[in-house]
């Protein structure tokens, strides 16, 4: 079966904006340095000597829609969900510069999937260390620019995602039925995780983790039961150790800020597949649901999975449960976005 009659979709791949960071760093280049020097101290000279020419072999693969269209036909894939890569995320950036690079990056990956709207849906920025301009950068992504939803990081600044400053966006997300894509960037666990890429080994889950549970105990999902939050790297830890987090809601008050035990949420988010491992994979659809696991590679990078569909074959789930992984569930999580 052809890509083109597959109905497969991966819903985590990246895009690099090259013309956005040149313009950060004209704008704010003190700022930019001083973002680079975190990085660095976070991530480590050793991981720092690799990533950089490891994402340099892929800037084809980040920026021209040729070369990911024929990626996607080898790789068995329809349909990709495109998002920023996250180094634009820029977390530090003030006001005006933030909702500038949030304005920008989702006009650049409008028109950027709009290159093959066949293959390509896009997923927009909002300036999260903001909170109060969030919403109004929601709308232009998904009002203004006809994008499915928004990529967001698992914190900003002194923003988490139990902020109660966060009310109104989750109140639009839900309103409007878009999708919000979860996905990390940096981990504050800082230089503990400088060596053997911990950084994003340990600390990409671990943000996952963190995220999901403010999000979680914080009764967000009570509030707004309409959201469509989809975890990346099948939500980190959260799921494989979500016992714990129902014995403190039954045993301490001051974790008693949701209405059910922790694990039911599980049931209420989405979650992507690149957990590199099939009995993770395995034990996420019985933690979850069939219905909450799609696909996802993190196309291009390194960490990724270079042949997402193999992995959910290889897995050793039904047919039926494959189908829906691959696709199926989706196309279910566009359906109710509200068209403008």
């Given at each position: 079966?052809?890509?083109?009659?597959?109905g497969?979709?991966?819903v985590?791949?990246?895009v690099l904006?090259?013309?956005?960071?040149?313009e950060v760093?004209?704008?704010?280049?003190?700022l930019?340095?001083q973002a680079?020097?975190?990085?660095?101290r976070?991530?480590?000279a050793?991981s720092q000597?690799?990533?950089g020419?490891?994402?340099g072999k892929?800037i084809p693969k980040?920026t021209?829609v040729?070369?990911?269209?024929?990626d996607?036909?080898?790789q068995?894939?329809e349909r990709?969900?495109?998002?920023?890569?996250?180094?634009?995320f820029?977390?530090w950036?003030?006001?005006?510069l933030?909702?500038?690079v949030?304005?920008?990056a989702?006009r650049?990956?409008a028109?950027y999937?709009?290159q093959a709207?066949?293959?390509?849906?896009?997923?927009g920025?909002?300036?999260?260390q903001?909170?109060?301009?969030?919403?109004e950068y929601?709308?232009?992504?998904?009002?203004g620019?006809?994008?499915a939803?928004?990529e967001?990081?698992s914190?900003?600044?002194?923003?988490?995602?139990?902020?109660?400053r966060?009310e109104?966006?989750?109140?639009?997300a839900?309103?409007?039925?878009?999708v919000?894509f979860?996905?990390p960037?940096g981990?504050s666990l800082d230089?503990r995780?400088?060596r053997?890429y911990?950084a994003?080994t340990?600390?990409?889950?671990?943000?996952n983790a963190?995220?999901?549970?403010?999000?979680?105990f914080?009764?967000?999902?009570?509030r707004?039961?309409?959201?469509?939050?989809?975890?990346?790297h099948g939500g980190?830890y959260?799921p494989?150790v979500?016992?714990r987090?129902d014995?403190a809601?039954?045993v301490?008050?001051?974790?008693r800020g949701?209405e059910?035990?922790?694990?039911?949420y599980?049931?209420k988010?989405w979650?992507?597949?690149?957990?590199?491992?099939?009995r993770?994979?395995r034990?996420l659809v019985?933690?979850?649901g069939?219905?909450?696991v799609?696909l996802g590679?993190d196309?291009p990078?390194?960490?990724?999975?270079?042949?997402p569909?193999?992995?959910i074959?290889d897995a050793?789930?039904s047919e039926?449960i494959?189908?829906?992984?691959l696709g199926?569930?989706?196309?279910?999580?566009?359906?109710t976005?509200?068209?403008?």
């Open positions: 079966m052809s890509a083109h009659q597959s497969v979709t991966d985590h791949a990246h904006l090259p013309s956005l960071h040149a760093e004209r704008r704010a280049p003190d930019v340095a680079a020097a975190l990085d660095f976070r991530n480590g050793a000597a690799v990533s020419p490891m994402i892929r980040l021209d040729n070369v990911r269209l024929a996607m036909d080898a068995g894939v990709q969900w495109v998002s920023a890569s996250p180094n634009h820029y977390p950036a003030p006001e005006g933030a909702v500038w949030a304005s920008e989702n650049l990956i028109e999937v709009a709207p066949d293959r390509l849906t896009g997923l920025l909002v300036p999260m903001h909170p109060e301009r969030m919403v929601l709308d232009d992504a998904v009002l620019r006809g994008l939803g928004v967001i990081s914190f900003a600044g002194d923003v988490e995602l139990s902020d109660e966060l109104p966006f989750w109140a639009r839900a309103e409007l039925g878009i919000i979860l996905h960037f981990c230089e995780l400088d053997f911990l994003n340990v600390g990409q889950p671990t943000e963190v995220a999901l549970s403010h999000l979680i914080a009764g967000v999902l009570d707004h039961p309409g959201l469509k939050i989809v975890a990346a980190g959260l494989t979500i016992g987090s014995h809601w039954r301490r008050p001051d974790a949701c059910h035990p922790p694990s039911t599980l049931r988010l979650f992507d597949t690149v957990v590199h491992d099939e993770t994979l034990a019985e933690v979850a069939e219905d909450r799609v590679s196309y990078f390194d960490m990724g999975l270079d042949e569909v193999a992995k074959r050793g789930l039926e494959t189908q829906r992984i199926g569930n989706a196309v279910a999580l566009l359906e976005k509200r068209n403008a």
